[in-house]
């Protein structure tokens, strides 16, 4: 897809077909948004089972050289929490912009996922800003 195309809603995140790994395609008004897709998008992915419980709050300071990087990076530390502390986030207060982001995140523990993502990849990732806003092209190693 083109930078600036146009999609079906604001903000959203869609699965592409990739031959071995997932892939998905991502795109939001905002850096904060894109990067709240790409989580959402990646849980979607992993197709996670919530708990009821209480809310855990985690807060967040990452900065990096490049969107790309820090696309990266965020996700990555949501997969080390899922792993190690077995909660997901489902909601978002961040205030990011191409090179750092801080916010509070609030989710629940999880019951169980039905798939595992090894990691998060530089294959053929593209963090692009248009003039409907960004989207990014995400690969997963499974």
Do not use: C
Not at 7 to 13: D, E, L, N, Q, Y
Not at 31 to 43: H, I, P, T, W
Not at 46 to 72: C, F, I
């Amino acid at each position: 897809m083109a930078a600036g195309a146009p999609f079906s809603t604001p903000a959203g995140f869609r699965e592409i077909e990739h031959t071995a790994d997932w892939a998905i395609e991502v795109w939001a008004p905002t850096f904060a948004g894109l990067l709240e897709q790409a989580a959402r998008g990646m849980y979607a992915l992993l197709r996670l089972r919530w708990q009821a419980g209480p809310q855990h709050t985690h807060r967040l300071h990452l900065t990096a050289p490049d969107p790309e990087s820090l696309l990266v990076d965020f996700l990555t530390e949501l997969l080390f929490i899922l792993e190690t502390q077995g909660v997901a986030f489902e909601h978002f207060h961040l205030d990011a912009t191409p090179t750092q982001v801080q916010g509070r995140l609030q989710g629940r523990p999880i019951a169980g996922q039905e798939k595992e993502i090894k990691a998060v990849t530089y294959h053929n990732l593209r963090v692009v800003q248009g003039p409907g806003g960004w989207w990014a092209t995400i690969t997963f190693d499974v």
